[in-house]
């Protein structure tokens, strides 16, 4: 394993200290970092989801904001807006940034916010850029929109339009912790509130410089992938368009759009790192399967059938990887 493994295990490990129950919430967040890509996580209030982004960027030396998405929020809110200012007697419009123009952006309840305010944050996610009247400003090299959302069921929720959900890479969802992890948060908060650290670790944080993510995405490209494990890649988006390619399944019964080719470049590049982490130089199969849930459930949409008979996206993936062939 080398530094930059060593120094990413380390980053995960300092996190899940603070965020007790939610392994695979923080392995997310990182293969998010590792792959340029941004992480959508859906949960009921309560139960970690803001505690997750921020323990990972409280560890990270890098710039962090915040954006508190509301129903009232402006685009500007989120962006920057130009500000009229006098200088030596002379008016000019100079550029106030938003809190987007941070590295790590925690956008907080998402789907809370207008359209106009998500297709402000659509640009900065697609294109790493924000414009502000005839300018273009770069967001820093090191970016990543972490959100959160609150079941669209929630009163006073906006679904998030489809093109904005296919820029995530990743869709996590946050549930209820069990009984013994509820029991380690409860001792957990109790030991802020005294003051006192669980851990000799916590009591000193090992920050992470910018610099070793940056190395380690230099590192992915160098993970090898077999055509096996590519035909597998594509046979599972293809078979969110072509359903009917499985009859035996019900998938022809429950997919009403497929995935764009966007979900084969995210499962290929989350496959790489979830591989990385685990400190081999190949992807394997088992590698893309536990990476298809958070990567295809959000990318297709369900039939009506599917919706009236209670079916979620969840619930399909899991008849993708039943059916379709590792060949």
């Known amino acids: 394993m080398n530094s930059a493994q060593q120094a990413i295990t380390q980053l995960i490990a300092q996190t899940e200290q603070s965020v007790v129950g ?31 982004v921020k323990s990972l960027a409280n560890l990270l030396n890098t ?14 809110d989120v962006t920057g807006t130009e500000v009229y200012q006098e200088f030596d007697g002379k008016p000019q419009l100079n550029f106030q940034p938003g809190p987007i123009f941070n590295s790590i952006v925690l956008a907080d309840e998402v789907n809370r916010a207008p359209a106009k305010v998500q297709a402000a944050l659509l640009e900065a996610m ?42 995530f890479i990743m869709k996590v969802t946050v549930d209820y912790p069990e009984d013994d992890a509820e029991r380690e948060i409860v001792r957990l908060v109790r030991s802020e509130e005294l ?55 019900q998938l022809h019964q429950w997919i009403d759009v497929g995935a764009s080719p966007r979900a084969s470049i995210a499962l290929d590049k989350t496959s790489r790192a979830y591989a990385w982490l685990q400190g081999r130089d190949h992807v394997t199969l088992d590698d ?33 990887l039943d059916h379709v062939e590792i060949a």
């Open 288 to 320: 893309v399967r536990a990476m298809a849930p958070f990567v295809l459930g959000h990318r297709f949409s369900l039939t009506y059938d599917a919706l009236a008979d209670g079916v979620n996206h969840q619930r399909v993936v899991e008849e993708l």
């Open 126 to 167: 697609a294109e790493g850029t924000i414009t502000v009247g005839d300018k273009t400003h770069v967001l820093p090299e090191l970016f990543m929109v972490l959100a959160t959302q609150n079941p669209i069921e929630q009163e006073g929720t906006y679904p998030l339009p489809e093109a904005q959900m296919d820029r």
């Open 22 to 52: 939610q392994s695979h919430v923080i392995q997310s967040l990182v293969i998010g970092l590792l792959t340029n890509g941004h992480i959508l996580l859906e949960g009921l209030p309560g139960t970690a989801k803001t505690r997750s």
């Open 63 to 76: 710039s962090f904001g915040r954006i508190q998405f509301t129903p009232d929020l402006l685009p500007s």
């Open 195 to 249: 003051g006192v650290e669980v851990s000799s670790e916590l009591m000193t944080p090992q920050h992470i410089e910018p610099e070793i993510v940056i190395e380690a995405r230099r590192q992915l490209p160098q993970i090898i992938v077999s055509e096996l494990v590519e035909r597998y890649v594509v046979a599972l988006v293809m078979a969110t368009r072509k359903p009917t390619r499985y009859p035996e399944s």
